[in-house]
């Protein structure tokens, strides 16, 4: 059973471009996430997607935005693209819809897109 | 809003030293608690979790207990190895409807263990 992937591992991209990371979640999962890993930091939520749609959002910028394709993958898209965007990009997969009571199912994550932008 | 605060790094034990990591959180409702580790150049591996006040979660040595009278998840292992050298981060997700939310991160405790 294959976990969590992305791709590509590592993007080196110049100020101003435009880039799309991608994810493939754990088989059975039906939920993407997407958090940003400056060096050093925690990572930070960007956003979820369920059923196609983005569902929750965290504190960043239009620039970044989504897709969830009808096989539960996902994208992330970057545009123009700045220095501080530079950063180890995460996706987690859930498996939703079975949860309630306050039952936890649990986030699993890919190794990540190292981004560098300079 | 929500948030979690560990102890800064870095943390360097000795092999078989004791290893306590604390970590506090603020949080409205009654969110779940995780410990995730990530070795060198890997992703975020979850170590242990606890989804209600007073369930200790465990894995492979380390333990936590979640405490909502000090609202802390403290990080414990009673022994260390050197292959425990890893960034430990801890967090919480709220609950909404009985559907995740996203997860909020500490900043992360690097560990470093001496042979």
């Known amino acids: 059973d294959a976990g969590v992937t992305q791709s590509p591992t590592h993007l080196i991209k110049t100020r101003g471009q435009q880039v799309t990371l991608r994810c493939s979640p754990k088989s059975g999962h039906d939920t993407v996430s997407w958090y940003q890993q400056a060096l050093g930091q925690g990572p930070q939520f960007i956003f979820q997607?369920?059923?196609?749609?983005?569902?929750q959002r965290g504190n960043f910028p239009d620039r970044f935005s989504g897709h969830q394709f009808p096989n539960y993958s996902s994208e992330l898209n970057v545009n123009a693209l700045l220095l501080g965007d530079s950063a180890l990009y995460l996706c987690a997969s859930i498996r939703t819809g079975l949860a309630g009571g306050g039952s936890y199912n649990e986030q699993f994550f890919g190794p990540g897109t190292r981004l560098t932008v300079l | 809003g929500d948030s979690v605060t560990q102890m800064e790094g870095p943390v360097t034990l000795s092999e078989e030293a004791f290893l306590t990591i604390n970590c506090t959180y603020t949080?409205?409702?009654?969110?779940?608690l995780f410990w995730y580790v990530q070795y060198p150049g890997e992703g975020l591996q979850l170590l242990l979790k606890?989804?209600?006040?007073?369930d200790k979660g465990s894995n492979k040595g380390f333990e936590a207990t979640y405490r909502k009278e000090t609202t802390s998840f403290h990080l414990e292992k009673g022994s260390v190895q050197v292959s425990d050298s890893a960034v430990y981060f801890c967090a919480l997700t709220p609950l909404y409807g009985g559907s995740q939310g996203n997860l909020i991160f500490g900043k992360g405790t690097k560990l470093s263990v001496k042979p």
């Open positions: 997607y369920y059923e196609e749609e983005e569902r």
């Open positions: 606890a989804t209600k006040a007073d």
């Open positions: 949080a409205t409702g009654y969110p779940s």
